[in-house]
């Protein structure tokens, strides 16, 4: 796993993880990042830091895995501690941050691990230095040549999938039209199904409505008419499960309550505040569609607080956990 933007409280968050969550004796950690920023938020932060080992390269680290070390540490030489400060956009750090993500993909690719795992990144950052992505979801399909990566939330069992996520709204407005959301119906469908030991194949997968009350036959505004409706009975016809346009303000509690398997949000802010309203500190985000499984924290790098070892672990625990448990069921599989 990438450390994130090194600013910062992805380092905080991941050194605080490794004391708490349980990958099972079959499965160690693998992180990349900086070597001396991870002692130095050891230091001043007074948290243990767990690794086991620490390398510089593919033969080292094929050594360490052999010897059967728990957490390792593949230790890059980005960063310039003099400059290192906590809190500030960086490109120094954003370099470092796109560099940890890279050779993260390098790692999985070539099989010295099955998933990635993710603290928040600082699309500022990357900007500063020049990185033509804004996020690690952007970022990993490039590296990966995907152009269909779909991200989900989970939020203790509440699952959301985003139509669309970084745009303004005018922009996600316009991204609903029938054909893309038929195309994103029918790629949810197919990952639901899947994994079936994670959605509840028998439940509906829902779609929130964008207009309030699902526009009222109208009354405010015709995209459910023009765009929503005919999408999902066109998947309805091709013999997918899938209802709606339901009120945004009432589809993301019946899915929590058990009602739905998952449900499609039609832009970044709806599915979010749904589901970081039900539990913040605890909502993890998964993507889909790459050649391995990516979980990650759903929070920035909450650069007011970096360095000050104020940052919850709870959502880097899950996202680790869940990673775990995805792996080691297709570690049965395999076997």
């Known amino acids: 796993m990438p450390y994130g933007d090194p600013a910062g409280i992805g380092p905080e968050i991941l050194l605080k993880a490794l004391r708490k969550v349980t990958l099972g004796d079959s499965i160690g950690l693998l992180v990349v990042g900086d070597a001396l920023l991870f002692e130095k938020v050891s230091r001043d932060l007074m948290i243990e830091s767990k690794f086991d080992a620490v390398v510089a390269d593919d033969a080292a680290l094929a050594k360490a895995m052999a010897a059967n070390r728990a957490n390792i540490l593949y230790a890059q030489n980005v960063l310039d501690m003099n400059q290192f400060e906590y809190g500030v956009v960086d490109a ?20 010295y691990a099955k998933a990635i795992v993710t603290p928040p990144l600082h699309k500022g950052s990357l900007k500063a230095a020049h990185i033509n992505h ?33 745009l303004s709204l005018r922009q996600a407005c316009d991204a609903v039209t029938k054909d893309s959301l038929l195309s ?16 509840d194949g028998h439940l509906s997968l ?79 985000s998964v993507t889909w569609n790459l050649p391995y499984l990516r979980t990650s924290v759903d929070h920035g790098t909450a650069f007011d607080i970096a360095g000050k070892n104020l940052a919850n672990e709870q959502a880097m625990v899950r996202a680790l ?8 069921r297709l570690m049965r599989v395999e076997r």
């Open 92 to 111: 120094m750090c954003g370099k470092a941050a796109y560099e940890s993500v890279a050779l993260a993909h390098r790692l999985v690719s070539e099989g």
């Open 206 to 284: 829902a779609v929130a409505a964008l207009n309030p009350h699902a526009g009222d036959n109208g009354l405010f505004g015709n995209e459910e008419i023009l765009s929503i409706e005919p999408a999902i009975e066109e998947a309805q016809s091709l013999g997918v499960d899938v209802v709606g346009p339901i009120g945004a303000d009432s589809v993301f509690y019946q899915a929590r309550i058990g009602k739905y398997r998952a449900v499609i949000s039609l832009y970044h802010d709806q599915g979010h505040i749904a589901a970081k309203t039900y539990d913040f500190d605890r909502t993890i």
């Open 184 to 199: 994103t119906i029918l790629v949810c469908d197919k990952i639901t199904k899947q994994h079936p030991h994670i959605f």
């Open 321 to 328: 956990s869940f990673a775990c448990d995805s792996v080691n």
């Open 134 to 166: 804004i996020g690690y979801t952007e970022i990993l399909a490039d590296l990966s040549k995907v152009n269909n990566a779909v991200t989900m939330f989970d939020t203790m069992g509440l699952k959301i999938f985003f139509h669309s996520r970084h």
